[in-house]
């Protein structure tokens, strides 16, 4: 079992950033990709972004390139998403996920999630 955590969520001003942490305990860290996901009341939960093993390989949705940024340090089992620029449309819960191995952009495809954390953007 792996046990997630996300903390960082908040609401902020339209061009604010927000810096989410997603805490992990329970197995080997360095053995799980981790995404980010978030998802609207309504809506399919919506990847964001992932990151290797290692950190040394990252992915992001195509519309989020440039403004969002995932970073992992292992020796602390925690997983960052950097969020800048924020518009309203980025209000959602969101999200992280661990994958055995190697990231995803499937949600379906992942083994374990946090219980997310709320990011509100005012216009």
């Known amino acids: 079992q792996v046990q997630l955590i996300e903390s960082g969520g908040g609401l902020v001003q339209a061009g604010g950033s927000l810096r989410l942490s997603c805490a992990a305990s329970g197995r080997t860290f360095s053995n799980y990709a981790m995404a980010w996901f978030r998802q609207v009341p309504g809506k399919e939960r919506e990847f964001v972004a992932a990151?290797?093993?290692?950190?040394?390989?990252?992915n992001y949705a195509d519309s989020l390139k440039g403004q969002f940024t995932s970073s992992r340090d292992n020796p602390k089992n925690t997983v960052y998403l950097q969020m800048n620029s924020l518009k309203p449309e980025d209000t959602a819960v969101y999200y992280c996920?661990?994958?055995?191995?190697?990231?995803?952009?499937?949600?379906?495809?992942?083994?374990?999630w946090g219980q997310g954390t709320q990011v509100t953007v005012s216009s």
């Open positions: 996920a661990a994958r055995l191995w190697s990231f995803s952009p499937r949600p379906s495809e992942y083994d374990y």
């Open positions: 990151v290797s093993r290692f950190g040394d390989s990252t």
